[in-house]
């Protein structure tokens, strides 16, 4: 078997493990729970082993293939390598916190949402742990990151270009949120075309999101930058819009057309694709 036959190979491996991984618990959950009982509510909580089980499937698929495919499991982009990369760490936490900023003015000059009537004190507060809980929760989204950027996006890379593999790769990790967009999770369910529409713009969202990540690792060396940035966008963006506004708790309030202008600013990321197409300065992660 030539290397491009076995790279194919540890890819459906790995794809079928972490779809499996993920979507079994999750399907579960959605049939005996409605979604916001089991996921934000009350619920959640005595299953929240199963939750975390789910979002790390693409870390613990990246283990059982090198398992069983005998690759290995060395992996240097498990070390931090903070020589020479603060800035991508610093990087990591600021831009996607400045696009929450970026979010929350829209939303509020938009009239998307109530506008949050916080004090100067208050918002400065919420700001704050917007800072410090994107590093903190990072350990809930490295699963993901090990798995997508420092394992699937390298094996993409050699069976393909870049380009093509940070297209794939985004739609394969946009696919694999499907169980919980059907159930509202990304866009609420009260849309026009649900859910197939919600699926295709979270497919595009994760490209787009990819490509920021991708560029990170790279740079970096080490997953590390990615999982901070990722938490930050999930957790310490939408802090940062609480600042501003006041977002319903049930996004099935909450409209398509808002949720695709909160979205724009992540058009950012677009910047990050010249500089990932020069190879020639980049630090190997596989």
């Known amino acids: 078997m030539n290397n491009r036959s076995a790279d194919i190979k540890r890819i459906v491996i790995f794809l079928l493990l972490s779809f499996a991984i993920a979507w079994i618990p999750w399907i579960i959950m959605n049939s005996l729970y409605d979604f916001y009982d089991w996921f934000t509510g009350e619920k959640q909580y005595p299953f929240l082993w199963l939750l975390l089980l789910a979002g790390g499937s ?3 698929a990246s283990f059982l293939t090198r398992c069983i495919t005998k690759e290995g499991i060395a992996d240097d982009s498990l070390r931090l390598k903070l020589k020479g990369n603060l800035k991508y760490y610093v990087l990591a936490l600021l831009l996607p ?12 000059k938009m009239h998307i949402a109530e506008d949050a009537e916080l004090s100067g004190w208050m918002t400065a507060s919420v700001i704050a742990q917007a800072f410090w809980l ?7 989204t490295f699963g ?4 997508w950027r420092g394992y699937l996006y390298p094996k993409l890379e050699k069976v393909t270009n870049r380009p093509a593999a940070l297209i794939i790769g985004g739609i394969i990790w946009g696919l694999w949120h499907a169980p919980l967009t059907v159930k509202g999770h990304n866009f609420g369910t ?8 919600g699926i295709l713009l979270m497919c595009g969202f994760c490209v787009v999101l990819g490509i920021f990540l991708h560029w990170l690792t790279q740079k970096s060396g080490s997953v590390y930058p990615a999982s901070i940035a990722h938490s930050a966008t999930n957790s310490g963006a939408t802090l940062i819009m609480m600042a501003f506004v006041q977002m319903n708790a049930d996004r099935r309030d909450i409209p398509l057309r808002a949720s695709l202008i909160l979205l724009a600013p992540m058009l950012l990321y677009l910047l990050f694709i010249p500089f990932l197409m020069n190879r020639r300065k980049e630090q190997k992660c596989v």
């Open 58 to 60: 693409p870390a613990i």
């Open 97 to 108: 916190l400045s696009i929450g900023l970026l979010r929350g003015t829209i939303a509020q």
């Open 134 to 140: 994107s590093p903190v929760m990072a350990f809930n």
């Open 144 to 147: 993901e990151e090990y798995g």
């Open 190 to 197: 009260g849309y026009r075309g649900f859910p197939w529409l």
